[in-house]
């Protein structure tokens, strides 16, 4: 199987990069294909412009790659920090431009005439890692885990990924290589 | 007073540059000055790099004249499109970038040794108008309008910003000049 990973953080050595690796080792050593996109290495652009938001848009090539990639693969992995309860922006572009009408989704018209999408993605299952600085209960209860929301019903719900689990690791900034992030949160393995 | 009004949407003409306008005019009428970034337009470069990721880190003159502008802020603006329950790219490396520790907060130790945080930045109140193509109805029973929590409980609340206010426009995609978008949104009014 190809399993597509994507890895947005901008310093290697990060815990993110160490998951990624991990990830990576994990599918080989099982005899499958780990496709390993880490944006901020390969200075991925993430400015979607007008030109290039309609269907039928200009693409430009490190794009369709991207975009082939994502047709192609048979399970998705993500990897980054919460910035705010949102991916970092390098991420977000790659959101932007490559979950693109066409190639992750289309829209139906419904019977009001409203279009309704329909996902068009192969992949049989997502997975999100996500690494924090914020305890797990203040996550919940100061900022409701917008993650949650942002991967499992925006994202990949609305592309036909059904199959999701999302794994939080924290408290980084307090962690030690002794004594590792261990105040999971579990909302996402619901 | 000073308001900074934030926009990023990548097609100049766009309804959303029409309601940055409408706010600077309607700032401008009330006597008070309108500070206007058009994030596109000004090329904003939206990649959060970990040599500026510290407090103490190296920021950029062009991110250090941003921060000003939100630290000198009596109200605050924010015009987006709803891109995946999230702002485009452009505007998360906004986020990433200016809402900087020090700047528009800061940790306090507190009890039990984490860090609590302080919001830092003055201004008495935030909007936040965004345009979306996804009726409210299914906004709400789909996605769960992520928008509202990102705003309000991760950015503004945090930063000490506790009267906010938020406007959805749409469906703007079968909008039309004589039938303007009116199936507003009402949970950001709560």
Request: aromatic share 8%; net charge negative; with cysteine.
């Amino acid at each position: 199987m190809n399993i597509l990973v994507i890895l947005g953080h901008p310093r290697p050595g990060s815990f993110n990069h160490a998951i990624a690796d991990a990830v990576c080792a994990t599918v080989t050593r099982n005899g499958h294909r780990a496709i390993l996109h880490d944006l901020c290495a390969e200075r991925f652009d993430p400015l979607l412009t007008a030109d290039e938001f309609p269907e039928q848009g200009a693409v430009p090539d490190p794009i369709r790659r991207h975009c082939a990639d994502l047709q192609a693969a048979d399970g998705i992995v993500i990897v980054h920090p919460n910035w705010w309860g949102q991916p970092p922006a390098i991420l977000k572009g790659w959101i932007d431009r490559v979950i693109r009408p066409g190639v992750a989704y289309r829209f139906d018209e419904g019977d009001n005439g409203k279009g309704i999408p329909v996902g068009l993605l192969m992949a049989k299952a997502a997975l999100v890692f996500n690494t924090s600085n914020t305890p797990a209960d203040r996550e919940q209860t100061a900022f409701g885990d917008p993650l949650d929301a942002l991967w499992r019903r925006c994202i990949f719900d609305l592309c036909g990924v059904r199959t999701f689990r999302r794994q939080m690791f924290g408290v980084i900034v307090t962690s030690t290589p002794e004594l590792p992030p261990i105040s999971w949160t579990t909302s996402g393995l619901n």
